[in-house]
């Protein structure tokens, strides 16, 4: 029987996150902050912004704007635990907190971003302000 994770061992990216993550020594896992897989996209009318959130309940995410920027907040706190005949054979723990902003800029309608959550993957609409047409005018030669 394999007790080790596999997904834990080669995770690049996890390691290079891990690396360059400044932690303190003795740092309580809840207080540090993960961030979440992110993908955006820009249409032709709105941004969109979809973030991998596992394990997180919808009632646990945050979302706010201030001056431009948006921030999502959510946080996890999930245990796992694997019994036979009495033994404990795997115990999995998995708390922290997960934070990421994003610059909108000043082309987004703030009041019209909706925001939705399912199957641990929340997604963020941002409607784009149409940008104005330059006004033309002729003017006659007398």
Known sequence: MNLIPRNNLFDIDRLF???WAPVAKGELAEK???SPRVDIKELEDHYEITAELPGVDKKDVDISLTDGVLTITAECSREEKQEKKGKVIRQERRYGKYLRSFNL???VHEE???ASFK???LAVKAP???????KQRRIEVH
């Open 128 to 134: 784009k302000i149409p940008e104005p047409s330059p």
């Open 119 to 121: 199957d641990g993957v």
């Open 32 to 34: 540090s902050f993960f």
């Open 105 to 107: 800029g000043s082309n």
């Open 17 to 19: 996150e891990d690396f």
């Open 112 to 114: 019209d971003i909706t």
